[in-house]
C-alpha cells in the first residue's frame, strides 16, 4: 500500500514537471564559448512544438540580458524567420548539426514580415536581445553547448 501511494507521487510529479517543461515553465541553460574568453551562458526557453516554432518571441514586449528562445529542428534544414508580431530588437544565432554558430542577423525591423534565411542548414537557432552578440563578443565560429 505504501508503495503505491509513493507510486502515486512519483507519476503525479513527473507529469506536472512536463507540463512545466512543454509549456515554457522550465529554462534551458546553454553556454557559448567565445574566442580568448570566458564562456557566456544563456537561460533559454525552448521552441521544440509546431506551436511555440510559429509563436516564437512574439508579442513580448521584455525580453530580460541573458535569456532568449531556443529553436531546436528534428533534422538540420535552411531556417526562415520573420519579425510579424515581434515588438522588440532580435539577433538570430544559427548554429550547426555540430553546435557551431554559423551565422548572426540583428533584425531591428520591429514587425516586418521580411524574412531572414540561415545561408546552410542548421539544426538550431537562438534569438536573444538585438545587438547582444556582438555587446557580449559572441561570433560565427564560436562553439555552443546545449
Same mark, same amino acid.
Given at each position: 500500500? $505504501?508503495?503505491q501511494?509513493? /507510486?502515486?507521487?512519483?507519476? !503525479?510529479?513527473?507529469?506536472? +514537471?512536463?507540463?512545466?517543461?512543454?509549456?515554457?515553465? !522550465?529554462?534551458?541553460q546553454?553556454e557559448?564559448?567565445?574566442?580568448?574568453?570566458? $564562456?557566456?551562458?544563456f =537561460?533559454?526557453e525552448?521552441?521544440?512544438?509546431?506551436?511555440k516554432m510559429? =509563436?516564437?518571441?512574439?508579442?513580448?514586449?521584455?525580453l $530580460?540580458?541573458? *535569456?532568449g528562445m /531556443?529553436f531546436i529542428f =528534428?533534422r538540420?534544414k535552411?531556417?526562415?524567420?520573420?519579425m =510579424?508580431?515581434?515588438r522588440?530588437p532580435?539577433?538570430?544565432? +544559427?548554429?550547426?548539426?555540430?553546435?557551431v554558430?554559423?551565422?548572426?542577423?540583428?533584425? *531591428?525591423?520591429i514587425?516586418?514580415l521580411e524574412?531572414?534565411?540561415?545561408?546552410?542548414?542548421?539544426s538550431? !537557432?537562438l534569438e !536573444?536581445n538585438?545587438? /547582444?552578440?556582438?555587446? /557580449?563578443?559572441?561570433e560565427v565560429?564560436?562553439?555552443?553547448?546545449?
Amino acid at each position: 500500500m $505504501p508503495l503505491q501511494r509513493n /507510486l502515486r507521487y512519483v507519476i !503525479v510529479a513527473i507529469i506536472s +514537471f512536463m507540463t512545466m517543461v512543454s509549456q515554457g515553465y !522550465v529554462k534551458h541553460q546553454i553556454e557559448i564559448h567565445r574566442f580568448n574568453q570566458d $564562456p557566456i551562458y544563456f =537561460k533559454v526557453e525552448i521552441a521544440s512544438s509546431p506551436q511555440k516554432m510559429i =509563436k516564437g518571441l512574439q508579442d513580448i514586449d521584455y525580453l $530580460p540580458l541573458k *535569456e532568449g528562445m /531556443l529553436f531546436i529542428f =528534428k533534422r538540420p534544414k535552411i531556417a526562415t524567420f520573420w519579425m =510579424k508580431d515581434v515588438r522588440i530588437p532580435i539577433d538570430m544565432i +544559427f548554429i550547426t548539426k555540430d553546435n557551431v554558430i554559423q551565422q548572426i542577423v540583428t533584425r *531591428e525591423d520591429i514587425g516586418s514580415l521580411e524574412k531572414t534565411q540561415s545561408t546552410q542548414r542548421v539544426s538550431y !537557432v537562438l534569438e !536573444v536581445n538585438g545587438g /547582444l552578440s556582438k555587446q /557580449l563578443g559572441i561570433e560565427v565560429g564560436n562553439k555552443v553547448k546545449i
